[in-house]
């Protein structure tokens, strides 16, 4: 907290826009299960991943039960130390894509390791190795995707296929976005927040498909569907 200038739970609980009750139980170890949207909220205001209030918590006691951030074969947290066996790391890259205007390409880093489950690997016919795990920044793609969600990237599906949601590169620039085929072979570049008029498809030509790099399709939102 005082790496981000919050000297008190109080201060803590205005910026996050919680209640400060909610804020003393989590810091106090007493919730030892809070909200998803709560941990969301408080990881906003100390600009961290929700996930790393389980190792960066003040208290030891805050969210014993999803050590080591772990996700089971539903995408959601579990506990890795019932049995790390069943767990594999993927790389979480120090990447972000943009479900807005895009990012610039840089090279990329892993950050830090995600444990997910093995079984869930196995049952979608996925590789360990092809699996990445990137965060995603603005709201072009919710509410399927939100802003600060992490995205987990099938490097090895780089085929497009109508309605799926890719990583792309376009121009340098990393964004997330779903692609939709015409009737020309042309293809949409389409955000789902069709609510906010800024987000305007873009179409790009069958000749000019290959300025388009796909990186990975997109396979699941950690904690959440797709």
Excluded at 27 to 40: A, R
Excluded at 65 to 71: C, P, Q, R, S
Excluded at 88 to 99: V, W
Aim: charged residues 25%; glycine residues 6%; aromatic residues 6%.
């Amino acid at each position: 907290m005082k790496e981000r200038g919050i000297t008190t739970p109080t201060e803590l609980a205005r910026i996050s826009g919680l209640n400060q009750p909610t804020v003393h139980r989590i810091l106090k170890g007493e919730s030892m299960d809070p909200k998803l949207s709560n941990l969301k909220a408080l990881a906003k205001a100390l600009g961290a991943h929700y996930w790393q209030l389980t190792e960066n918590s003040e208290s030891a006691g805050v969210m014993e039960n999803l050590n080591d951030n772990a996700y089971d074969a539903s995408g959601n947290p579990a506990n890795v130390f019932e049995d790390s066996s069943k767990f594999t790391n993927i790389a979480f890259l120090d990447i972000e894509l943009a479900a807005g205007s895009g990012f610039c390409a840089d090279q990329e880093r892993t950050q830090d390791l995600i444990p997910i489950s093995k079984d869930w690997i196995f049952e979608n016919n996925y590789s360990e190795s092809s699996l990445k795990a990137v965060t995603v920044r603005g709201d072009s793609m919710s509410p399927r995707i939100q802003d600060g969600d992490i995205l987990l990237i099938n490097t090895a599906d780089k085929k497009p296929r109508s309605g799926n949601v890719y990583a792309i590169a376009v121009d340098d620039e990393l964004r997330v976005k779903r692609l939709v085929k015409r009737m020309d072979n042309s293809w949409i570049i389409s955000s789902d927040n069709k609510a906010d008029l800024s987000y305007v498809d873009e179409v790009i030509s069958y000749n000019n498909f290959e300025q388009l790099r796909i990186i990975g399709r997109a396979v699941k939102v950690l904690m959440g569907d797709l």
